[in-house]
């Protein structure tokens, strides 16, 4: 993997980005070159629109980005990326023509734009037809071997074997006889030399997976592992990577203490977040004023009560905070109390099933996020009775409470909506990798694949 300001992308996924973004400026001039021919007018030379050629491109390929066409079901399935890539490509061409409207002569004209669509659907189809055949295959993984043979070295097994993953695992090293999960592990006694047999294997990683390390840690094998030039890495920080989550399963204080990340030089990347979530926010509260008044009026004659619905929930360092949402539940939904939502909630009214399912109902907490209460990207946040409990459940709950709730994050668009203890737990998994390994570059990775859950809303409830 490659690892972007902390955050990693799989070797595969940033392969197959590049070449769409070098077909996307290919589409782009064979479209300017037709309809120059077409009304007989001197194409000129590449340099002189290769602004507009990039402005197309990266425009496209955002739209790529944010709609999921390279997650993992659309490296697995043509039929699940080609629907992605039409969306996307459709996305970007209203994106650029609303551009031209507004700044004529900022992007291509809109009837080369046409001609680009089709161009760049067939370019990145036939991209995905001949890299995936390859993409998958394991000359695009990384070979691992794995020090253990127990239930952790059991869970990378099937971590490996998921159609998504980037690496395969080429053996697996009892160091014990203890706990034994995986028949076909090479006992350690029938190897000379354990740093020549990885290399022998062309292994670029070795994963320790040992399930008590006390007095059991082979130091001499891994520094001769590591003197071989062979990456050697912890299991939690093996998982994290390949996750993209903190597994609440087999971490320690000490790991969390002693890893990379929650990193204490975050001062100008707060104040650019703080600046963007003022300007962002102040933005959206005037476009989306007649969205809130149209749906807050809507929301009156659909059902008594109030149009807004408020509620105290806990935000950054566990201080309160008041919530404002579009209310979608009845009046008299916690008569009872405070409970999680259920699949087809009986509470939620029938305005409420739309406007929770495109987020409509978000929209007011960017009173929140212009006040400071809330940015735009960070774990959710919750009831406080809800709160209480998760922290007598889970460990290290009270630390996602470190870093500001946000509207999106990374559990949101990463989980499905849970409603149970062990949803919480997952999603927890999630918020605690932000929190960890928090950059702007993250949080618009996330503001760009929200537009994926608004458009699928997987779980929305």
Not at 177 to 185: D, L, Q, S
Not at 425 to 454: G, S
Request: aromatic share 10%.
């Amino acid at each position: 993997m490659i690892r972007l300001f902390k955050h990693y992308i799989p070797h595969a996924v940033l392969l197959l980005g590049l070449f769409d973004l070098a077909l996307l400026i290919v589409a782009g001039e064979a479209a300017w070159l037709v309809r120059a021919s077409q009304i007989e007018m001197d194409a000129g030379p590449i340099i002189e629109r290769f602004g507009l050629l990039m402005t197309f491109a990266v425009i496209v390929w955002t739209a790529m980005i944010a709609v999921g066409v390279y997650g993992a079901e659309a490296l697995r399935s043509m039929q699940f990326a080609g629907t992605r890539l039409l969306v996307a490509i459709s996305l970007g061409i209203i994106a650029l023509s609303v551009i031209d409207f507004v700044l004529p002569g900022a992007t291509m004209w809109r009837s080369t734009l046409l001609y680009s669509m089709f161009i760049a659907t067939g370019l990145l189809v036939a991209n995905r037809l001949i890299l995936g055949s390859f993409l998958g295959t394991s000359a695009f993984r990384r070979r691992v071997v794995v020090l253990g043979a127990g239930p952790r070295a059991k869970r990378l097994s099937d971590l490996a074997n998921r159609p998504e993953s980037g690496f395969v695992i080429v053996a697996y090293i009892a160091m014990t006889e203890a706990a034994r999960e995986v028949p076909e592990a090479i006992a350690r006694e029938a190897i000379h030399d354990l740093g020549q047999f990885v290399s022998n294997l062309g292994a670029s990683e070795v994963v320790l997976a040992l399930e008590e390390r006390r007095n059991s840690l082979p130091l001499k094998d891994l520094l001769r592992i590591k003197t071989k030039g062979v990456h050697v890495n912890e299991f939690s920080s093996f998982l994290e990577r390949e996750t993209g989550r903190v597994d609440l399963d087999t971490v320690n204080p000490s790991w969390l203490i002693f890893s990379d990340g929650f990193s204490a030089g975050r001062t100008f990347s707060s104040a650019a977040k703080r600046i963007f979530d003022v300007l962002a926010s102040g933005l959206l509260l005037v476009m989306t004023l007649p969205v809130i008044a149209l749906f807050a009026l809507l929301i009156k004659l659909d059902s008594k009560g109030p149009a807004f619905f408020r509620q105290p929930r806990v935000g950054l360092y566990g201080e309160t905070f008041d919530v404002i949402k579009l209310r979608s539940m009845r009046t008299d939904a916690e008569k009872d109390g405070v409970k999680w939502a259920e699949k087809d909630d009986p509470r939620i009214t029938r305005l409420g099933k739309f406007i929770r399912k495109v987020r409509i109902d978000e929209l007011p907490q960017t009173w929140s996020v212009l006040k400071g209460e809330m940015s735009f990207v960070g774990p959710r946040p919750e009831v406080p009775k809800f709160v209480g409990e998760l922290e007598q459940e889970l460990p290290y709950y009270a630390e996602r409470h470190m870093v500001k709730p946000g509207i999106t994050g990374w559990a949101q668009i990463n989980y499905p909506y849970g409603a149970s203890i062990e949803d919480a737990r997952h999603k927890l998994e999630y918020d605690l990798y932000y929190a960890k390994n928090y950059t702007p570059f993250l949080d618009l990775l996330i503001l760009l694949q929200t537009l994926r859950v608004v458009l699928w809303p997987e779980g929305a409830r």
